[in-house]
């Protein structure tokens, strides 16, 4: 039986993974310029941006345009508990270092002012797309946990019929891990006499749709839908141990999962002023469960005789916590200054209600409604690679996300964590550079 908790333990590090469920494309915006206007870009962002906010908008591009960034995100909540860590300590999300890289082009010949596409790649410094596990009585965060930790390919393709409407198009490409592993050991011996697995990545494809109105030139309304999407994971393990029976191990479940997202957005230019705004309606509602689906069954197969059939051991599996959300809106202002032909400055404000329930009960899934203020700007510096006659750009953010304090106190009141508090913020510092040719 030592030997059955060594391959349970060993099994339980090499897959253990939960769920992580936003990304800081979602919570902050895609690029320095959107980040400085607190995520206010789905009327007003162009060129490779656009593939993620807004494809309609890349129709609106005259020019080839490359561009690369990175991010820093510094997260500094603070989990206040009454009763100290007890047998569950607190879970802070950890620092997180992004980086980006794309590419829009306009399409010549017949489409010439009508199509483009656009295409990047939003890379994790850390490494690729993490999952990490916690207990759900654990104190956490889960919309900031492995925040940005993913691995992703956005594309879109955006078509101009007519001077005053731009449709788009586009996609998120992420994968799912999927796979088997088959065991045979033999317990008196202590050796393994069988072992075979199977692992798979799927790539899956989520769609993102836009439109913009723009009845004038110094008007922009538009409307963009991005579906909810998620990396799953699936991975049984089957193990027979000869001189015991069977022991079948199998978790899975969904990590990094964003709701469907319908925004609307209104952009406006008055003289040196750009200004926009819009609201994001979240279907949080639909969110799954966090913890991964966990099942463990251990039977004496090789102890019977005859035809017996065979007695569970262990028969093990861990329920679910339904999350208990709920669909929220949130609105987004941002305003841009061209203070020269050379210098832009940008500001901007985003308000998040919490979608989560009061952690009152067993589970531990925390949040606080918060409030993103975002300042940056922008500066022309020609053409020093002297590679076109277009300038190159170079944009700075500076963002914090503040979560107003959130106290909750159990039901139960022998439960082991208590009342817990949460508050902190979130500082976001973000740099691209990006040209025309």
Same mark, same amino acid.
């Given at each position: 039986?030592?030997?059955?908790?060594?391959?349970?333990?060993?099994?339980?590090?090499?897959?253990?993974?939960?769920?992580?469920?936003?990304?800081?494309?979602?919570?902050?915006?895609?690029?320095?310029?959107?980040?400085?206007?607190?995520?206010?870009?789905?009327?007003?962002?162009?060129?490779?941006?656009?593939?993620?906010?807004? +494809?309609?908008?890349?129709?609106?591009?005259?020019?080839?345009?490359?561009?690369?960034?990175?991010?820093?995100?510094?997260?500094?909540?603070?989990?206040?508990?009454?009763?100290?860590?007890?047998?569950? +300590?607190?879970?802070?999300?950890?620092?997180?270092?992004?980086?980006?890289?794309?590419?829009?082009?306009?399409?010549?010949?017949?489409? $010439?002012?009508?199509?483009?596409?656009?295409?990047?790649?939003? %890379?994790?410094? !850390?490494?690729?797309?993490?999952?990490?596990?916690?207990?759900?009585?654990?104190?956490?965060?889960?919309?900031?946990?492995?925040?940005?930790? $993913?691995?992703?390919?956005?594309?879109?393709?955006?078509?101009?019929?007519?001077?005053?409407?731009?449709?788009?198009?586009?996609?998120?490409?992420?994968?799912?891990?999927?796979?088997?592993?088959?065991?045979?050991?033999?317990?008196?011996?202590?050796?393994?006499?069988?072992?075979? =697995?199977?692992?798979?990545?799927?790539? *899956?494809?989520?769609?993102? /749709?836009?439109?913009? /109105?723009?009845?004038?030139?110094?008007?922009?309304?538009?409307?963009?839908?991005?579906?909810?999407?998620?990396?799953?994971?699936?991975?049984?393990?089957?193990?027979? =141990?000869?001189?015991?029976?069977?022991?079948?191990? *199998?978790?899975?479940?969904?990590?990094?999962?964003? &709701?469907?997202?319908?925004?609307?957005?209104?952009?406006?230019?008055?003289?040196?002023?750009?200004?926009?705004? !819009?609201?994001?309606?979240? $279907?949080?509602?639909? =969110? &799954?469960?966090?913890? +991964?689906?966990?099942?463990?069954?251990?039977?004496?197969?090789?102890?019977?005789?005859?035809?017996?059939?065979?007695? *569970?051991?262990?028969?093990?599996?861990?329920?679910?916590?339904?999350?208990?959300? *709920?669909?929220?809106?949130?609105?987004?202002?941002?305003?841009?200054?061209?203070?020269?032909?050379?210098?832009?400055?940008?500001? !901007?404000?985003?308000?998040?209600?919490?979608?989560?329930?009061?952690?009152?009960?067993?589970?531990?899934?925390?949040?606080?409604?918060?409030?993103?203020?975002?300042?940056? !700007?922008?500066?022309?510096?020609? @053409?020093?690679?002297?590679?076109?006659?277009?300038?190159?750009? %170079?944009?700075?953010?500076?963002?914090?996300?503040?979560?107003?304090? $959130?106290?909750?106190?159990?039901?139960?009141?022998? @439960?082991?964590?208590?009342?817990?508090?949460?508050?902190?913020t979130a500082w976001h510092l973000a740099l691209t550079v990006h040209h025309d040719f």
């Amino acid at each position: 039986m030592k030997r059955i908790w060594l391959v349970l333990a060993s099994v339980g590090v090499a897959f253990s993974a939960s769920s992580a469920h936003a990304t800081s494309l979602e919570l902050y915006g895609f690029g320095a310029r959107s980040i400085a206007m607190a995520g206010a870009a789905e009327a007003t962002e162009e060129n490779y941006f656009a593939a993620f906010t807004n +494809p309609a908008n890349l129709a609106f591009a005259q020019h080839i345009h490359f561009g690369f960034g990175a991010d820093a995100i510094w997260n500094r909540f603070d989990i206040q508990r009454v009763a100290g860590q007890s047998q569950y +300590p607190s879970v802070l999300p950890v620092d997180n270092y992004l980086a980006h890289i794309g590419i829009s082009t306009p399409i010549g010949g017949i489409f $010439r002012d009508k199509l483009a596409l656009g295409i990047a790649i939003h %890379v994790p410094l !850390g490494g690729p797309t993490r999952l990490d596990a916690h207990d759900y009585r654990q104190p956490q965060l889960p919309l900031y946990d492995t925040l940005g930790d $993913r691995l992703a390919l956005v594309a879109g393709l955006g078509y101009r019929p007519w001077p005053w409407l731009s449709i788009g198009a586009g996609v998120q490409i992420l994968t799912a891990l999927n796979g088997s592993a088959d065991i045979a050991l033999s317990v008196l011996d202590h050796r393994i006499t069988q072992k075979a =697995m199977d692992v798979e990545l799927a790539t *899956k494809a989520y769609p993102i /749709l836009g439109i913009t /109105l723009q009845p004038r030139d110094d008007w922009r309304i538009s409307a963009v839908w991005r579906a909810s999407s998620e990396v799953s994971y699936s991975i049984p393990l089957a193990v027979n =141990m000869l001189d015991v029976g069977k022991l079948n191990f *199998k978790i899975q479940g969904i990590g990094l999962w964003l &709701p469907d997202t319908i925004v609307f957005a209104a952009a406006h230019k008055m003289g040196a002023w750009n200004l926009t705004g !819009g609201v994001a309606w979240l $279907r949080y509602s639909t =969110m &799954p469960a966090l913890a +991964p689906d966990v099942s463990v069954v251990v039977d004496d197969a090789a102890l019977k005789q005859g035809n017996a059939t065979p007695d *569970k051991i262990i028969d093990v599996r861990n329920v679910p916590v339904a999350m208990g959300a *709920k669909d929220i809106l949130e609105p987004r202002l941002g305003a841009e200054w061209q203070v020269s032909e050379s210098w832009i400055v940008r500001g !901007g404000m985003q308000y998040r209600p919490t979608p989560l329930p009061r952690a009152d009960g067993v589970a531990n899934y925390l949040d606080a409604p918060a409030t993103t203020v975002g300042l940056g !700007g922008g500066v022309v510096i020609g @053409d020093p690679l002297a590679l076109a006659k277009q300038p190159l750009h %170079v944009d700075l953010a500076f963002a914090a996300t503040v979560l107003s304090r $959130r106290s909750v106190a159990k039901l139960d009141p022998t @439960d082991p964590v208590q009342a817990t508090s949460v508050s902190g913020t979130a500082w976001h510092l973000a740099l691209t550079v990006h040209h025309d040719f």
